[in-house]
């Protein structure tokens, strides 16, 4: 599986977009971007995932570079509770079922 | 819908005993994995299961070993504890060990041991 590398920390303001930028540079065809975060103490949540193309759900949105090498997390209106560990996880569409986790990005929202 | 549940949330285990986990997963999921976070050491994949096979195992010794059964819930075993055992253990499950399912984890069991 490709590796990922996201910034350690960011800080967002209470109501703002939250950005958070993952880079995949060694991404293959068959693989796909994951969003995965960790509120303290407790299990990883499912965010998102995607190929190619954008996509959107009820959480967040997720935007990747055309030539899929680097992929943007938006929370559009950050509130105190998505303080918490993101993780990008770049997955190898097949059976090995394991999902890697790197160190993530804190994301700390203030008020 | 229900989500993951593990079993025991705590547990407390000296060095040499055995530890056994428990995990349900979603209701019509037949995929579970364990993974082990501890301290410094981030989240690491331990083992799959799916129709009750080991389908994939992380890097860690055979003292740590499973099962699932048929109603897909899981156990994991821990031999032999070691004080470097002490972590995080999350269940995680899915539809299907096909693919590209989500995996939806569980709260965890917080393993000490001492």
């Known amino acids: 599986d490709a590796k990922t590398t996201q910034p350690p920390s960011m800080d967002c303001a209470e109501g703002r977009a939250a950005n958070l930028p993952c880079n995949h540079s060694?991404?293959?065809?068959?693989?796909?971007v994951y969003w995965y975060r960790q509120i303290h103490s407790q299990g990883p949540q499912y965010i998102i995932h995607g190929l190619k193309n954008n996509e959107t759900n009820e959480m967040a949105s997720l935007i990747i570079t055309e030539d899929r090498k680097s992929s943007t997390l938006i929370l559009p209106h950050a509130t105190l509770r998505d303080t918490a560990v993101y993780y990008c996880?770049?997955?190898?569409?097949?059976?090995?079922?394991?999902?890697?986790f790197g160190q993530g990005t804190t994301l700390q929202v203030k008020p | 819908e229900a989500g993951v549940t593990q079993s025991p949330t705590h547990l407390i285990k000296t060095r040499g005993q055995q530890a056994t986990l428990r995990c349900s997963p979603i209701s019509g999921h037949t995929s579970v994995y364990w993974y082990q976070q501890a301290l410094g050491l981030g989240l690491q994949f331990l083992l799959w299961?799916?129709?009750?096979?080991?389908?994939n195992r992380g890097n860690f010794p055979p003292r740590f070993s499973g099962r699932q059964f048929p109603n897909y819930s899981s156990e994991l075993n821990v031999n032999a504890l070691e004080l470097e055992d002490s972590a995080l253990y999350l269940c995680?499950?899915?539809?299907?060990?096909?693919?590209?399912?989500?995996?939806?984890f569980g709260p965890g069991t917080r393993l000490t041991v001492t």
């Open positions: 060694t991404i293959s065809g068959n693989e796909y």
């Open positions: 299961y799916d129709e009750g096979e080991e389908r």
């Open positions: 995680a499950s899915s539809l299907a060990g096909q693919g590209v399912d989500e995996q939806y």
């Open positions: 996880i770049v997955r190898v569409l097949g059976n090995t079922g394991k999902l890697i």
